[in-house]
């Protein structure tokens, strides 16, 4: 895995910022766009979190009453650090992370490799464009559902002033092992940021 990747937001919502991941410059899940997740998806079993970060999303998902697994491959003092998702040999029922950005194919190959019943990715909606997925994501294992975000994330450094508005839209990649096959194209209803908002990310 490369020591930089590309996230879009901070500060001024059309720069696209590199995040070091052995540095301070990291980004975050903002609460409510997990919340968005959870409030749409049911998940029975353990959920594992393997780009956890400083826990921001795995918090979150804590509040679906099932365990929720931590790890990440840099130690940001949550989980357990030193994990290399992509080498893993560890299997449970659902997998939910927001994965770097030039590691998104690969984690999606893992995740359906390590997951038995759902398996979540939160990506740029364009992640949907690009011949080459579209003849080896989309066409052997496309998503079951597809949920594309009302509102605009933007993701700040910690302890940034978060103000303005992303400029990428974002969605969440759904696989569900049960669901009958072909993907569905869903919408989250608008008022998920204002409903959270005040909820840490962290």
Same mark, same amino acid.
């Given at each position: 895995?490369?020591?930089?990747?590309?996230?879009?937001?901070?500060?001024?919502?059309?720069?696209k910022?590199?995040?070091?991941?052995?540095?301070?410059?990291?980004?975050?899940?903002?609460?409510?766009?997990?919340?968005?997740?959870?409030?749409?998806?049911? $998940?029975?079993?353990?959920?594992?979190?393997?780009?956890?970060?400083?826990?921001?999303?795995?918090?979150?998902?804590?509040?679906?009453?099932?365990?929720?697994?931590?790890?990440?491959?840099?130690?940001r003092?949550?989980?357990?650090?030193?994990?290399? $998702?992509?080498?893993?040999?560890?299997?449970?029922?659902?997998?939910?992370?927001?994965?770097?950005?030039?590691?998104?194919?690969?984690?999606?190959r893992?995740?359906?490799?390590?997951?038995?019943?759902? $398996?979540?990715?939160?990506?740029r909606?364009?992640?949907?464009?690009?011949a080459?997925?579209?003849?080896?994501?989309?066409?052997?294992?496309?998503?079951?559902?597809v949920?594309?975000?009302?509102?605009?994330?933007? $993701?700040?450094?910690?302890?940034?002033?978060?103000k303005?508005?992303?400029?990428t839209?974002?969605?969440?990649?759904?696989?569900?092992?049960?669901?009958?096959?072909?993907?569905?194209?869903?919408?989250?209803?608008?008022?998920?940021?204002?409903?959270?908002?005040?909820?840490?990310?962290?």
């Amino acid at each position: 895995m490369d020591s930089t990747y590309n996230l879009n937001g901070g500060f001024k919502p059309a720069l696209k910022r590199f995040a070091d991941l052995d540095g301070p410059d990291f980004y975050p899940t903002p609460a409510w766009a997990t919340h968005a997740l959870i409030d749409n998806e049911k $998940f029975e079993g353990d959920i594992w979190e393997c780009a956890c970060g400083n826990g921001a999303m795995s918090e979150v998902l804590a509040q679906t009453g099932g365990k929720v697994i931590s790890s990440d491959l840099y130690d940001r003092g949550y989980g357990e650090p030193g994990q290399d $998702f992509l080498k893993s040999c560890m299997r449970v029922p659902n997998i939910v992370t927001n994965p770097p950005y030039n590691s998104a194919e690969g984690f999606v190959r893992a995740g359906l490799e390590k997951s038995d019943r759902k $398996f979540a990715l939160l990506l740029r909606l364009a992640f949907l464009e690009g011949a080459n997925r579209q003849r080896t994501i989309f066409t052997d294992t496309p998503p079951s559902r597809v949920w594309v975000f009302s509102e605009r994330i933007t $993701f700040y450094p910690v302890g940034a002033v978060q103000k303005g508005t992303g400029t990428t839209a974002y969605a969440w990649f759904v696989w569900d092992k049960n669901a009958p096959s072909g993907t569905e194209l869903r919408w989250f209803k608008p008022g998920y940021k204002a409903r959270f908002s005040s909820i840490p990310s962290s």
